[in-house]
């Protein structure tokens, strides 16, 4: 049976050898103890992005709008200086980039978070090289 919890954070992990045990403590602060084997965990699902909210553009859901996300009027906004569009993976500001669960559009894994990552480097190069 597979259980969601959310806004739970887990405080141990415990076994022999592999996972027999999980505490967690809840919303209320009580922690518990739960005889389990395998544990799936969801991060990145809420931007934490307010604090860019003055330096680059943003989706409605604090996640930061990259490349072919971004619309004319967040460029505008931005006074996007370039004659070149953002690259793929490009903020509304030149030459810095997002990858990752902050991105919009992001699939929030961590192969895809890497992949991106990697993607990124080479646009960063392309900027550099400007």
Request: aromatic share 6%; charged share 25%.
């Amino acid at each position: 049976m597979i259980q969601v919890r959310t806004r739970t954070e887990i405080v141990a992990l415990e076994g022999n050898g592999h996972l027999e045990r999980v505490l967690w403590r809840d919303g209320t602060g009580a922690i518990t103890s739960h005889d389990l084997r395998h544990v799936f965990l969801m991060t990145g699902a809420e931007a934490s992005t307010g604090w860019l909210s003055d330096g680059v553009a943003l989706d409605a859901k604090g996640f930061v709008k990259t490349g072919p996300d971004l619309t004319r009027d967040d460029l505008a906004a931005a006074q996007w200086p370039l004659e070149r569009s953002p690259y793929l993976l490009e903020t509304s500001r030149p030459g810095v980039f997002a990858v990752g669960d902050v991105r919009c559009g992001n699939v929030k894994r961590v192969a895809s978070a890497v992949g991106e990552g990697s993607i990124a480097i080479s646009f960063v190069h392309r900027v550099l090289a400007e």
